[in-house]
Each structure stands twice: as C-alpha cells, then as structure tokens.
C-alpha cells in the first residue's frame, strides 16, 4: 500500500484523468475547504454546511472544479467550496465522480456564476 505521500503524489494524474472530459480544463492547485451543503441537490435546503474536509483543486474550468476527496460524495451532492485566502466562496454540485481505492475523484458545478474564479494568461 503507498504512503500518504505517494497517495498525495498521484492525486494530479486520477485528477487528470477524468479532466479529460471536461474540455478546456485547465491545471490549477488551489487549496480549499469543502463542506456538505444541502441535501443530494435539493435546491433552497436549509441544512447548515458541515465541514468534510479540506483538499486541492488541481483542474477547473470557468464552471466546474476538479479534486479528490476521502469522504464519500456522490453524483448531486452538493458542496460548498472555500479557497484559503477567501477568494473563492461558492456552492456546487456534483457532476461526476469516480472511485478509487481510497480516493474519490470528483468533478462539482458551481450553481451560480462565479466570475473571474480562473484567470487563463
């Protein structure tokens, strides 16, 4: 079994993987914290955020964010994402998820316009 360190190493690459489907994704590592937001999509909850964990986005495109996880996430979730600095606050969902032997590769719509979130030079 890998060490944490080598676990950590290929996040990138599972990351990578499924970036493929995503046209135009563009590598970034930005560090966030993630928190559960309403329930399995549905929409107006009132379900406060609780804390999942904090992680590195390593793919996005202007609407959708790519990272890894240990917590469980499924297709519709709903997340709510928190970069470090503040810059990035925003709610998203689900679109896709693989599984891995303890990682979960997750790809989130953001719900709302999120402008300027990704800058391409």
């Known amino acids: 079994m890998p060490t944490q360190g080598t676990?950590?190493?290929v996040?990138?690459?599972l990351v990578g993987?499924?970036?493929k489907f995503f046209p135009g994704a563009?590598?970034?590592r930005i560090a966030v914290k993630l928190s559960r937001s309403g329930v399995h999509g549905e929409p107006g909850s009132d379900a406060r955020p609780s804390y999942l964990q904090s992680t590195v986005i390593e793919f996005g495109t202007p609407r959708?964010?790519?990272f890894a996880v240990d917590c469980p996430l499924e297709f519709a979730d709903r997340v709510l994402v928190e970069s470090n600095d503040g810059a990035l606050y925003a709610e998203a969902c689900v679109v896709a998820v693989q599984y891995h032997p303890h990682r979960t590769v997750v790809a989130a719509r953001f719900l709302?316009?999120?402008p300027n979130w990704i800058v391409k030079s």
């Open 7 to 9: 676990a950590r190493a």
């Open 11 to 13: 996040e990138p690459d």
């Open 17 to 19: 993987r499924l970036a």
């Open 26 to 28: 563009t590598p970034v």
């Open 64 to 66: 959708e964010i790519l």
């Open 112 to 114: 709302k316009d999120v």
